[in-house]
Antibody
Framework: QVQLVQSGAEVKKPGASLKVSCKASGYTFTGHYIHWVRQAPGQGLEWLGWLNPNTGGTHYAQTFQGWVTMTRDTSISTAYMDVGRLRSDDTAIYFC???????????????WGQGTLVTVSS | QSVLTQPPSVSGAPGQRVAISCTGSSSNIGAGSDVHWYQQLPGTAPKVLIFGNNNRPSGVPDRFSGSKSGTSASLAITGLQPEDEADYYCQSYDNSLSERVFGGGTKLTVL
């Protein structure tokens, strides 16, 4: 079954760090980039960046550079997103999503994880 | 503010047609970047409805269609059904930011 399964919900205190996992199954993990997107409560979707599972290469949205780190472990087909120094406004659902490429720069997200709710509260 | 602008809400009665706009600029839609549309039902992850401006993945009803012109794109839904009530997002690539960008989302209410 083709799917992305994310780690469970987290509650963190302000200033803490966080690691979310995204395990791929049913397809070749190294064949598609993985993107991370977040959604604050009642808000829209916000793109954080992408990871190339084949090379480990990454590209982050300017807003999140220096705050997020994306890595992978190809032996277990799992992508990770590390974030540090959490604040209350980082409370959101964090999604991983598989990229489907339709052009040099044109990609869409054809497979999504179920989302990981991260609550930042003192 | 989102790089792509969508109306916050639209509504229509069952059976009617609605359209949701997505307005960008010369650095994204106007530069030729494709527009993709997602549907997000409450409490679930987004699901792609339209990719590459006007292509439907298998399983998506032909009631959903997409178009693009200039710096804008549009998602049309005909024959509205109660289960279409959801949030809809457009997505594209911005070449000045070198980032994937989303619209702010549009909540569709089926009256």
């Amino acid at each position: 079954q083709v799917q992305l399964v994310q780690s469970g919900a987290e509650v963190k205190k302000p200033g803490a760090s966080l690691k979310v996992s995204c395990k791929a199954s049913g397809y070749t993990f190294t064949g598609h980039y993985i993107h991370w997107v977040r959604q604050a409560p009642g808000q829209g979707l916000e793109w954080l960046g992408w990871l190339n599972p084949n090379t480990g290469g990454t590209h982050y949205a300017q807003t999140f550079q220096g705050w997020v780190t994306m890595t992978r472990d190809t032996s277990i087909s799992t992508a990770y997103m590390d974030v540090g120094r959490l604040r209350s406004d980082d409370t959101a659902i964090y999604f991983c999503a598989r990229e489907f490429r339709v052009g040099v720069y044109d990609v869409f997200f054809d497979l999504w994880g179920q989302g990981t709710l991260v609550t930042v509260s003192s | 503010q989102s790089v792509l602008t969508q109306p916050p809400s639209v509504s229509g009665a069952p059976g009617q047609r609605v359209a949701i706009s997505c307005t960008g600029s010369s650095s994204n839609i106007g530069a030729g970047s494709d527009v993709h549309w997602y549907q997000q039902l409450p409490g679930t992850a987004p699901k792609v409805l339209i990719f590459g401006n006007n292509n439907r993945p298998s399983g998506v009803p032909d009631r959903f269609s997409g178009s693009k012109s200039g710096t804008s794109a549009s998602l049309a839904i005909t024959g509205l059904q109660p289960e279409d009530e959801a949030d809809y997002y457009c997505q594209s690539y911005d070449n000045s930011l070198s980032e994937r960008v989303f619209g702010g989302g549009t909540k569709l209410t089926v009256l």
